[in-house]
Nanobody, 116 residues
């Protein structure tokens, strides 16, 4: 199993980024996928989850209305579109594969820095 995130970078407050997570080594469209982040000096924070076919999504309150999670099962890829970014969104963002309400595989993470 491999999960590879991309799309992070430095962005100004109010800007946008789209993160991607390319998956391989398992049946992608059997799995819910999540995004989890870790801000500097803090613990892991769940951000969003999308179910196997993309028709159900969940978000932590702090990103509702600003972030959108989608997936393309034909490309084995999950996305996180982030808009109206704030400095407090600065973190390493990980995608994770869900298995029985836990995460059994993680990507290596991609850094998002929101700063002027």
């Amino acid at each position: 199993v491999e999960l590879v995130e991309s799309g992070g970078g430095l962005v100004q407050p109010g800007g946008s980024l789209r993160l991607s997570c390319a998956a391989s080594g398992f049946t992608f469209d059997d799995s819910s996928m999540s995004w989890v982040r870790q801000a500097p000096g803090k613990g892991l924070e769940w951000v969003s989850t999308i179910n196997w076919n993309g028709d159900t999504t969940y978000y932590t309150n702090s990103v509702k209305g600003r972030f959108t999670v989608t997936r393309d099962n034909a490309k084995n890829t999950v996305y996180l579109q982030m808009s109206s970014l704030k400095p407090e969104d600065t973190a390493v963002y990980y995608c994770a594969k869900e298995y029985h309400y836990e995460y059994d595989y993680w990507g290596q993470g991609t850094q998002v820095t929101v700063s002027s």
